[in-house]
């Protein structure tokens, strides 16, 4: 039973790491949606009206963001894009990482270093995500094809 308790924990863990890679990108779009839904939902619109605000806006945020960093020509203006994807990205890796290692680490030094490790690690994978995203839609648009060879 500790054997199995054991490897259950280990992929428990792997999976909640794994999704807080994956759905690092959608971060701003998170925060945006729940703004705008608590914010039409303080305005009167109802729980289902919030929802469907609340669901549009976020999806919205993300596609113009994968769109201007796609379409924009200008380094810097891309990177600003990124860096306003990858912020709240970094944020939330922080607070995630900060909350696992105190599972296992009792000195809050250690903890605080874990944690700016893992906001660091979150931030640079959904900046790198994004910047992945806009140039295979970059690609595609120009009918840029890979060599089979």
Known sequence: MLALGLVLNTLGIGLFCWAIFALAVYALPFFVALSI??????????LIGALLIA???GALTLVLG?????????LALRIAIATAFAVPAAVAGYHVVFAVSQIGVPSLTWREVFACLGAVCVGVTAWMRLIALAE?????????VENPT
């Open 136 to 144: 295979t839609a970059r690609s595609s648009r120009m009918g840029v």
């Open 55 to 57: 669901t549009a806006g």
């Open 37 to 46: 839904g608590m914010t039409a939902l303080h305005s009167g619109a109802g």
């Open 66 to 74: 994968q769109v201007a960093v796609a379409v924009t020509r200008p």
